[in-house]
Nanobody, 127 residues
Framework: QVQLVESGGGLVQAGGSLRLSCAAS????????MGWFRQAPGKEREFVSA????????YYADSVKGRFTISKDNAKNTVFLQMNSLKPEDTAVYSC????????????????????WGQGTQVTVSS
């Protein structure tokens, strides 16, 4: 079992930055691939970014590529999402997710790929 707790959300002006954190419980965090997803009001949940269990492979949605950076600190049981050059369309509830995997190369880019989820943190970008 893994419990995930996000933090770092808030209100920021367009062009600003936020750093989201997702702290995980458990002693085998290094065995988990991690993902970030977001859901805006009235919209479906969408993939934002993912990182492999060892952190060697990262993936991004086209809409955030070049602006967001995902990283994973296995020693601190935490995954981060650095968000720069934020836009009003980035406004959403951001949730982190996890799944155990023996592979450091398999891509997990869909919500159905993950079996653990955090409660989410609100990010609001004003224009």
């Amino acid at each position: 079992q893994v419990q995930l707790v996000e933090s770092g959300g808030g209100l920021v002006q367009a062009g600003g930055s936020l750093r989201l954190s997702c702290a995980a419980s458990g002693r085998t965090f290094s065995a988990y691939a991690m993902g970030w997803f977001r859901q805006a009001p009235g919209k479906e949940r969408e993939f934002v970014s993912a990182i492999s269990r060892n952190g060697g492979h990262t993936y991004y949605a086209d809409s955030v590529k070049g602006r967001f950076t995902i990283s994973k600190d296995n020693a601190k049981n935490t995954v981060f999402l650095q968000m720069n050059s934020l836009k009003p369309e980035d406004t959403a509830v951001y949730s982190c997710s996890a799944r155990a995997t023996p592979s450091d190369t398999t891509r997990f880019l869909q919500g159905k790929d993950y079996n653990y989820w955090g409660q989410g943190t609100q990010v609001t970008v004003s224009s």
